[in-house]
């Protein structure tokens, strides 16, 4: 007996954007090809009127979700008509996506903090809206990613190939592609419209963040009871990501402390606005009391659009990469410095804002040995960490700072 080949196509309908999958089986004996055609059935067709359902799931880092944000630009353009929802981790992630014109609708759990079975249900009541595709955004890496995405059960089911993936993940997903370390996780993610069977149409691509009138109003505000119009501004973020062994890619509180010491005397008209979470309360507040200056200031934001809206009014904004350094670049910031943390690489920099990177000498090109997209953390014992970020010199980044200040 010959055994039937099979190959799967997707088709969607350019008209009203509804999605088929064609599976066509060649039967060597005979020549015979079958079509068959699966999607939604008539029911669901008429309910949704025709509409294509599309569900980003952006599960990984704050600043991840912002590098998504091209991507869905470019399926709304591609797909005018559909229904774009996103699935998101952290409340910050929401915020990001927060009036942003593309995007239907926000879904928000923490599920690291539910059980498994609420993890389960939680996931299983995406069924009910029937997606037909979903996307696994760059980098997301783990295999609970795509175990995911295959619950809320979306027939087309896009990712990365992770140099972790194996066979249960290429069981979990059916479209996938290579990541790539020389490549912008804006662009890995954009590269994902060919597996739509769409293209770039938005001429240009920038990180998206919508803010709002009171945001907007909110930082005129803070800018103006705290003296700074006629100020330079230095906006800091000396935090980082907490999962995995992330806070280990800080730069020292210390250094951070004598930075600013140095700083404020030799730039007398010089202010500085601490960004940071509730998390990073103790060390901000720390900084504050070793400087005791009334031109310390924390920026005690109560959103993500509102510390954007607060960068935008920074002279240079310094951190290391982190979520708040993609916001920065997303809102422009005139003048950007980074240090380099074993987690730096081409696929994370600022994407789309000229910036200076201060190199540290312990990483000397070697941040794929530290750290890569294969669910781990940063290689290395604490103390190796820790003594990496400490080669970054107080005297390298304050001379990064004078050439941005000039």
């Keep these: 007996m010959e055994v039937a080949a099979c190959t799967t196509r997707i088709c969607i309908c350019p008209q009203t954007h509804v999605i088929c999958i064609q599976r066509h089986q060649q039967n060597e004996v005979f020549g015979a090809v079958q079509i068959v055609v699966y999607g939604r059935s008539e029911d669901q067709r008429k309910t949704n009127k025709l509409t294509m359902r599309i569900l980003v799931i952006s599960l990984a880092g704050i600043g991840d979700t912002l590098l998504a944000t091209p991507l869905i630009h470019e399926v709304r353009a591609n797909y005018p008509a559909a229904q774009i929802d996103a699935l998101v981790l952290w409340t910050g992630s929401k915020d990001i996506l927060e009036g942003n014109p593309h995007v239907h609708r926000v879904y928000q759990s ?82 994902l419209l060919s597996l739509l069977g769409a293209k770039p149409l938005v001429p240009k691509h920038e990180l998206e963040v919508y803010l709002s009138g009171a945001d907007e ?59 940071g979470g509730p998390e990073e309360e103790a060390d901000l507040q720390r900084v504050i009391g070793a400087l005791a200056s009334p031109l310390v200031l ?87 960490l820790l003594e990496c970020m400490a080669s970054v010199t107080v005297e390298a980044v304050f001379g990064g700072l004078a050439e941005a200040l000039q």
């Excluded at 087309?156 to 370390?181: A, F, K, M, W």
């Design 217 to 275: 109003e909110w930082a005129d505000s803070f800018w103006t009871q705290n003296q700074l119009r006629q100020r330079r501004v230095l906006g800091l973020h000396a935090g980082s990501g907490g999962t995995k062994n992330l806070a280990l890619k800080r730069w020292p509180l210390e250094h951070y402390i004598e930075l600013l010491k140095r700083s404020l005397r030799n730039w007398p008209e010089l202010a500085v606005v601490l960004f």
């Design 110 to 191: 923490n599920l690291m903090k539910q059980s498994k079975l609420e993890t389960l249900r939680f996931l299983r009541s995406f069924r009910p809206h029937a997606y037909d595709v979903s996307i696994n955004t760059h980098p997301q890496s783990r295999i609970h990613y795509r175990i995911a995405a295959r619950l809320i059960g979306a027939p087309v089911r896009i990712s990365h190939v992770y140099e972790c993936s194996g066979l249960l993940d290429r069981l979990l997903v059916n479209r996938t592609l290579p990541q790539q370390y020389t490549t912008h996780s804006v662009e890995n993610n954009l590269r």
């Design 298 to 384: 924390l920026a005690r934001n109560q959103s993500l659009r509102q510390a954007a809206a607060l960068m935008k009014r920074c002279t240079v904004f310094l951190s290391v990469d982190t979520a708040l350094m993609h916001l920065a670049a997303a809102v422009k910031v005139p003048r950007q410095i980074v240090i380099e943390a074993p987690t730096f690489n081409k696929t994370n920099e600022p994407y789309g804002n000229p910036y200076v990177l201060i190199r540290n000498p312990s990483v000397a090109g070697r941040n794929l040995e530290y750290y890569r997209y294969d669910g781990r953390g940063i290689q290395g014992t604490r103390e190796e």
